[in-house]
């Protein structure tokens, strides 16, 4: 079975402090995904990577950044993080080319105060 | 602009009968459907999909069904257990194989 996990499955953190989201996957997935998910909205693609060192803009980018320097591992930075940043933080992975279905991690829900 | 739509936030259904949960979307380049469910607290997991040259797709009480016409798709569940209570989400996959997102629908299943 594939596994995605996720560093904490619940974080607050204060206005304007850098915050790290982790994300691993065991099953040697090229394609990782980071969404956020806010009620009435369904889930928004924030960044996205193909393979190692690369990385994609998604829909809402804006205050996000990502690193992937290994291929099972995709971070997700707050670089300041903002009361509008609070929300649920989904990452996903899928093989590439292949089967379009996304495994998701438990999903980290972050409080930003 | 929103091209995958899930127009019901929520449905209550008794248990034992059909739920049919639905989903509109705008752009005809989509080539694959897929509906996942999720719980509170946890990741969305894959539930069924249809290619777009489908029109009917089934596995076990799960059915999708995709109008191309009317770039309508829906998803039936019978009969409806209470373990069915969860959020679906409807998603679409786009020529760049990233999948858009509707909303969402809360499945409520009363005893």
């Known amino acids: 079975d594939v596994k995605v996990t996720q560093s904490s499955r619940y974080l607050v953190k204060r206005t304007g402090e850098k915050v790290f989201l982790e994300c691993v996957q065991d099953?040697?997935?090229?394609?990782m995904f980071w969404y956020r998910q806010d009620p009435g909205l369904g889930l928004r693609l924030i960044y996205f990577?193909?393979?190692?060192?690369?990385?994609e803009k998604g829909d809402i980018p804006e205050g996000y950044s990502v690193s992937r320097e290994k291929k099972e591992r995709f971070s997700l930075i707050l670089e300041s993080a903002s009361t509008n940043q609070t929300s649920m933080y989904l990452c996903a992975s899928s093989l590439h080319g292949g089967p379009y279905e996304q495994y998701f991690g438990p999903g980290t829900r972050l409080t930003v105060t | 602009d929103q091209q995958v739509k899930q127009n019901s936030p929520s449905l209550s259904v008794q248990e034992g009968r059909i739920s049919i949960l639905n989903c509109d979307y705008t752009n005809s380049m989509f080539d694959y459907f897929l509906w996942y469910k999720k719980y509170p607290a946890e990741g969305p997991t894959f539930l069924i999909s249809?290619?777009?040259i489908k029109d009917k797709n089934e596995d076990g009480r799960f059915t999708v069904f995709l109008n191309k016409s009317a770039k309508h798709l829906s998803l039936h569940i019978v009969p409806s257990q209470p373990g069915d209570s969860a959020v679906y989400f409807c998603a679409a996959r786009d020529s760049n194989y990233q999948l858009i997102w509707g909303a969402g629908t809360k499945l409520i299943i009363k005893p």
């Open positions: 249809i290619s777009s």
């Open positions: 099953m040697d997935h090229e394609n």
């Open positions: 990577s193909y393979d190692v060192k690369m990385k």
